[in-house]
């Protein structure tokens, strides 16, 4: 027989054990999560479409913007005068990775490529905390030297980049409103610009045509072949565990799951998405997670992420796999690797 003593040591052991897991694990949170299917709301719990609709027009929206972020660009260039562009490139990079800017400039990001299309290719970066750094210095160069680069004055941190990607948004709205497509890329992708148009190009022509039942014949639906928000979609699960680098509390996002989002990596938008996403994004709340975040204003816009199986998320082995028809592929840190294999295939 076990004595009073154990008896009592031992449930205190096993409460603590159940308490724990009930907290670390988010056992908890799981229990009280939310079903996404039973309706989706996120604030500002409104139709947005309506509002997004009015700003396009030019319209004051009915609804103040709740989420505009204070921050501004530090650097001014004028990257989309003169010709009509095809592809505006936003990279989000940060400000000691020299060497990556470097071998994008050199690689996928070099602006005069292809014959036919206009590209643009633009870095943007936050700042340290120190103003007046070395580091600040050098990249003060760098602008000077290359005028392809937009600082902003926020802090560059893991949980801000949010801010980055829809500042990123805030400028290509402003200064480059008529490109035909904008692709968001990390400074760490290998990307093939020939492969992405080919891609959006063969979109916009399949979309245009559409069979019609009641006339039995093929229509145009331009607003579809205009809209596009494409890269590897994600449809997954909130982490709740606690020491998940990803962990999310209900308070901060109470559905059992995300609505489909792209990869932060690599993605593109159409003219008409990048507007509908960024004047979406004034009246929905912000979300540390740039990809989530992008998710959740898109179902509220009413845009669909279209999944594309040529955008990789992690690095897609070489040399053992073709790299023909990548459009893009996570993991090139190492600016050596990628002028490798971007050498090898383009
Ligand atoms: C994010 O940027 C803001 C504005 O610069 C700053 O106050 C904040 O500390 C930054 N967040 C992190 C986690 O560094």
Request: glycine fraction near 4%; hydrophobic fraction near 40%; charged fraction near 25%.
């Amino acid at each position: 027989m076990m004595g009073r003593r154990r008896v009592l040591t031992y449930y205190l052991i096993l409460t603590t054990l159940v308490i724990s897991l009930y907290y670390y694990i988010g056992i908890g949170d799981y229990i009280n999560t939310l079903n996404i299917e039973d309706e989706f709301h996120y604030p500002l719990d409104v139709d947005i479409k309506p509002l997004i609709e009015d700003m396009k027009a030019g319209r004051e929206p009915s609804i103040a913007p709740i989420n505009v972020y204070p921050y501004n660009f530090m650097t001014t260039i004028d990257k989309c005068r003169g010709k009509p562009v095809d592809l505006l490139i936003l990279v989000k990079s940060a400000m000691e990775h020299f060497d990556l800017r470097t071998a994008i400039r050199d690689t996928w990001g070099k602006e005069n490529n292809l014959m036919d299309e206009t590209v643009r290719v633009l870095f943007f970066l936050g700042v340290t905390d120190e103003s007046n750094s070395a580091l600040q210095k050098k990249v003060d160069q760098e602008i000077t030297f290359y005028n392809d680069i937009v600082q902003i004055d926020f802090i560059d941190a893991y949980y801000n980049n949010t801010i980055k990607t829809m500042m990123a948004f805030r400028w290509a709205y402003d200064h480059c409103d008529e490109a035909r497509y904008y692709l968001f890329s990390d400074d760490d992708m290998y990307i093939s610009v020939a492969n992405l148009l080919d891609y959006t190009n063969f979109h916009e022509r399949s979309a245009y045509s559409v069979y019609d039942d009641a006339t039995k014949a093929n229509t145009v639906d331009t607003d579809k072949s205009k809209a596009l928000f494409a890269g590897f979609v994600f449809k997954s699960r909130p982490h709740r565990y606690l020491g998940s680098k990803w962990r999310v509390s209900l308070d901060e996002y109470p559905w059992n799951k995300w609505p489909p989002y792209v990869s932060a990596g690599a993605y593109v938008v159409s003219n008409n998405v990048l507007k509908s996403l960024y004047l979406g994004s004034m009246f929905v709340k912000h979300f540390r997670f740039d990809d989530i975040y992008l998710g959740i204003v898109a179902k509220k816009a009413g845009v669909t992420p279209v999944m594309c199986e040529e955008f990789y998320f992690y690095k897609k082995s070489h040399p053992m796999t073709s790299y023909k028809k990548v459009i893009a592929s996570h993991g090139f840190d190492d600016p050596k690797e990628l002028i490798t294999v971007w050498r090898h295939w383009n």
